[in-house]
Nanobody, 122 residues
Framework: QVQLAESGGGLVRPGGSLRLSCAAS?????MAWFRQVEGKELEFVAA????????YNVDSVSGRFTISRDNAKNTGYLQMSRLKPEDTAVYYC??????????????????WGQGTQVTVSS
């Protein structure tokens, strides 16, 4: 079992920045961030392979969001910059403890955080 504790959401103006954190209690192979707007499907945002640091992200956040991890703290981060109103969503971190090619699929992740609201508004 892996427990995840998220933090760092909040209200920010367009163009601003926020950093989300996700502390994991157990072994991690891949950590991902997903987001969901109320009434819409869950959307993959970014993922990081824990041992290599290799990252993936969706095109809409390229150049604005950076996913990273601190192995010593067993914590992952999503640094979000140049935020837009359309980034408003509940953000979830998720962990897989085994390798999967389908890092962008929610079904690859058995462990999920509680979610944190990010609101981008003036």
């Amino acid at each position: 079992q892996v427990q995840l504790a998220e933090s760092g959401g909040g209200l920010v103006r367009p163009g601003g920045s926020l950093r989300l954190s996700c502390a994991a209690s157990g072994r991690t192979y891949t950590m991902a961030w997903f987001r969901q707007v109320e009434g819409k499907e869950l959307e993959f945002v970014a993922a990081v392979r824990w041992h290599t640091g290799y990252t993936y992200n969706v095109d809409s956040v390229s150049g604005r969001f950076t996913i990273s991890r601190d192995n010593a703290k067993n914590t992952g981060y999503l640094q979000m910059s140049r935020l837009k109103p359309e980034d408003t969503a509940v953000y979830y971190c998720a962990v897989a403890t085994e390798y999967s090619d389908d890092y962008y699929q929610r079904t690859s992740y058995p462990y999920w955080g509680q979610g944190t609201q990010v609101t981008v508004s003036s």
